[in-house]
């Protein structure tokens, strides 16, 4: 279930991996999000999404950080392979 489409951080769904590659924030909280690690070519893996969609929990890195939905729509991302990264999250 590979897919090269470009789409953003809320599209992705719970138990997928993705890349980001651009955010579309204003400056002040694009400095931000980078500074807490979103930048380009970032493996994200979605952990959890509250029942409403909001917020949305991901791993990034070796930490944990909850977004809101309207923040995540404006970080576009590349959706990796959904079934390899859960293979190997049950294989750990």
Not at 7 to 27: H, N, P, Q, R, Y
Not at 32 to 41: N, T, W
Not at 46 to 62: H, M, Q, S, V, Y
């Amino acid at each position: 279930m590979s897919n090269n489409k470009m789409t953003t951080l809320d599209k992705i769904s719970v138990g997928c991996d993705c890349s980001i590659v651009s955010l579309a924030l204003s400056s002040e909280i694009k400095a931000r999000f980078c500074e807490m690690g979103l930048v380009f070519s970032t493996v994200v893996h979605i952990k959890k999404k509250a029942p409403l969609g909001d917020p949305i929990e991901i791993k990034i890195r070796n930490y944990t950080l909850c977004l809101r939905a309207t923040e995540a729509e404006h970080i576009y991302v590349m959706p990796l392979d959904c079934e390899k990264s859960l293979n190997q999250k049950l294989a750990q």
